[in-house]
């Protein structure tokens, strides 16, 4: 068979610890063998922004706003304690973070269903994606404790110095008060990536806040939410034949539930932290978990939702074999590539993208998985665990019967 060609490369974001060592052994396993691969490749690892100081996942990203479409492996976000292990001239900041700050972008997350392995809520039929608003609220909160009696106000001064004035509180003994803030921008932006997404995945798309209790600040979510699907992209949705509907967050919980899934889910900052735990938790493991940062116009970074995997990286090297993962990293590779094929127009890159994922799953509901799914295999005849390069092994053969 003749190899994909590619018109336009990817932008490879290459990674940390274990998922590093599963990135290399994936694209000479599935993809350089069928894939002309044409990438542009910056090494996210923490060695290289040690060097470049950080500069290397900033052209990663301004790359990926050039090129529209990336491919991320897990990084190590550094601590204190990686600071000393890697020997860092500074505690250099999440990767993730400094992209989505340059994409301003909105993080989506999917699991992969597999038959075999059931989501805890029996009615669950199709993934749940939650689309999560990272940016203010209450992780950009001020916060105070009044030690007695006083007034709590909530003052602004406009920029011309003119002053807006608001009672909060008449505390008479001690308590907590905390103020937060949005931005129309920001929420704007939120809104963007969500529609666009729901075109590009052909989903519904439902959001919900407490705008019933919040009548000015959730509810500004809501106003802006509906004014630019109205301008933006109401036609664009009955064509698609999908749906955008605002409700409750109580309201929308009870319905996730009920649901048998198959849309995405927004949320505002802290309920999609808290929500993507409960959603992701109840569909499997973390393992599964694929994410995709979309930004509103459009650019795209595919990545797993998991991290470097550091315990069997360690064991991987004292030599001991390790049973890691690689679905999500497989799946952020089948995304990218997929998105590319769509936007050059090269529908057997799209096909392989398919292929390769449709390969994945058979693998594993065929019995064949790593040990973490093992543990939760429900399959008639007992789990085969094999190790992660065994697993991506197994991928190949079953691609290479559809040749
Ligand atoms: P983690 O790498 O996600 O791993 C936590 C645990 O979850 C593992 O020890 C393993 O459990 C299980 N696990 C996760 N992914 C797995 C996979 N693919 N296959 C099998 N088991 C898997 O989280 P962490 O240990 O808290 O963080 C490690 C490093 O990753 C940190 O330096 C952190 O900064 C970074 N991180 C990066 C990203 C990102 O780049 N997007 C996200 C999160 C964390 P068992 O040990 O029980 O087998
Ligand atoms: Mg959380």
Same mark, same amino acid.
């Not at 608003?133 to 609220?137: I, P, V």
């Not at 939702?305 to 470097?308: L, N, P, R, S, V």
């Given at each position: 068979m003749d190899k994909i060609k590619m018109t336009t490369p990817l932008v490879e974001m290459d990674g940390d610890e274990m998922t590093r060592v599963l990135w290399a052994d994936i694209k000479k396993e599935l993809l350089e063998p069928f894939i002309d691969l044409k990438t542009e490749y910056y090494d996210l690892g923490l060695p290289e922004r040690e060097r470049t100081r950080d500069q290397v996942t900033v052209d990663s990203a301004e790359a990926t706003k050039k090129y529209g479409v990336a491919v991320k492996c897990a990084t190590i976000t550094p601590n204190a304690q990686r600071v000393e292990e890697y020997k860092l001239s500074q505690m250099w900041k999440s990767p993730n973070g400094t992209i989505r700050a340059i994409l301003d972008g909105t993080v989506f997350r999917t699991p992969i269903m597999v038959k075999g392995i059931s989501p805890v809520? *029996?009615?669950? *039929?199709k993934p749940i994606t939650i689309a999560r608003? !990272?940016?203010?609220?209450v992780y950009k909160n001020s916060e105070f404790q009044p030690k007695g009696p006083g007034k709590a106000e909530l003052v602004f001064t406009a920029a011309d110095g003119s002053e807006t004035r608001q009672t909060i509180f008449d505390f008479t003994a001690p308590g907590v008060l905390q103020g937060q803030y949005n931005t129309d921008k920001s929420i704007s932006s939120f809104a963007r990536s969500c529609f666009q997404y729901a075109l590009d995945t052909k989903q519904d798309l439902w959001f919900a806040t407490k705008d019933t209790i919040s009548k000015q600040y959730d509810h500004r979510f809501k106003d802006i939410f509906q004014e630019i699907f109205g301008a933006e992209y109401r036609d664009e949705f009955a064509r698609a034949g999908i749906d955008y509907f605002y409700t409750l967050i109580d309201d929308a919980v009870a319905r996730v539930i009920r649901s048998e899934g198959g849309f995405i889910w927004a949320c505002k900052n802290y309920d999609g932290d808290v929500m993507s735990d409960m959603v992701s938790t109840a569909f499997g493991s973390l393992a599964m978990m694929t994410s995709v940062l979309v930004s509103p116009e459009g650019n795209y970074e595919y990545e797993a !939702?998991?991290?470097?995997v550091t315990r069997h990286y360690y064991k991987y090297l004292k030599g001991e074999a390790t049973s890691t993962n690689p679905m999500a990293t497989v799946f952020a590779w089948t995304g990218a590539l997929r998105k590319r094929g769509e936007l050059d127009g090269i529908p057997a890159l799209e096909r392989f993208a398919d292929r390769l994922e449709k390969a994945a799953i058979a693998v594993i509901e065929g019995g064949v998985m790593t040990r973490d799914l093992a543990g939760l295999w429900e399959g008639e005849s007992p789990a085969k665990a094999v190790t992660g390069l065994e697993f991506l092994k197994a991928i190949r053969q079953e691609v290479e019967k559809g040749i």
């Open positions: 809520v *029996k009615n669950w *039929k608003h !990272a940016y203010g609220d !939702a998991h991290g470097t």
